[in-house]
Every structure is written in C-alpha cells, then in structure tokens.
C-alpha cells in the first residue's frame, strides 16, 4: 500500500529554518541585529472575518466574507539586554548616560517617532542562500515588559510587535510583507 503524504522532490527547498534573527528598521540606514533571542519568535497574523447574511443563503456562501480587523504581530523572546533594547522595548523611554551607568526612565505619552520603521525577522530558506524575510511595518512594542530572572538561569523578556496601518498610506494594505527568495 502506497503511503499518502504531503512530501514532494520540492519540499526539501521550501522550508523555514532555525529561529532566525531580528533586525530593527531592515533595509534601512539605521538597520541593526536586536539581539539574541531564545526559543525564537513567532510571527501571527490575528484576523476577524466576518460572514456576511444574506437572505436565502444556506450557509457560507463564496465571495461573503470580508477582513473586520487585523492584527500583525511578531513575538521576540530577548535574551540580550542592552540599553538601547530597553529603549525600543519600552514605548516612551528615554536614557541618559553619566560615567558609571546609563539609567532608563519612561513617560507615559509618547509620539508617531517611536514608531519603529520596520521589525524583521530574517530567517534561513531551505531551497536557497538567500533568506526569507518577514517584515512589519509601523512596529512598537506594545505587549507588556516583564524580565524573568531566576537562580542559574539568563533573564529574558517576550515582546510582543505590533505592525500599525499608515493613515499617509494605504489603509486597505496590512501593514507587513513576507519576502520569499526565488528559487533557481
């Protein structure tokens, strides 16, 4: 008897490998590595779809359906803390350096220019040296903050990105892009 499975010749190119890295502002002048993570990131597109009633349909009925809301996410367990990854994990911080230490405070209120660029998660693509690339746009940090810190343990902190609609933009274009590498 045949075995029934997914697997192709091309399934061994198509997959997504390891965790990957993080970039802040990809592909832009000020780009950079966030820093290590541990056990990855997860990338989430949340939507609410709505059904559309209609009298004398039966059930779901093709071309009846419309997006209501959208959230895009990308969720980044940070292992490596540094004051500038305080500064984008918390919205609204600012620092201030003296000879000894760099202290880290927070206002409440803060502005369109603490909207990131882009977060991008860059991760290895089975089928070629180029990777895939997840991109949000418009991101901050807008999970809460809590650094876990335990006996014989590295601390570590899960941020939760949030990819916002650009009222400049396109409000009918989700606010991320998934970049695949073509295959030769």
Sequence with gaps: MARNTGVTVETSKHMILDAGAVYINYGESDERIFGATRAGSEFAVEQTVREIEVDGLRGPTKGFRRVIEEHIRLTVNLLEMTPENVLVA??????????????????????????????????????????????????????????????????????????????????DASPFEIRFPVLV
């Design 90 to 171: 918390l919205v609204g911080s600012s620092s201030v350096t003296d000879a000894s230490e760099v202290v880290v405070t927070r206002s409440l209120a803060f502005a369109d220019v603490e909207y990131l660029t882009n977060i991008a998660l860059v991760a290895d693509y089975s089928g070629s040296s180029e990777p895939v690339v997840i991109v949000l746009y418009n991101a901050i940090a807008d999970g809460n903050f809590m650094l876990s810190a335990s006996d014989r343990e590295e601390a570590t902190t899960t941020l939760q990105f949030t990819g916002h609609f650009d009222t400049n933009g396109d409000l």
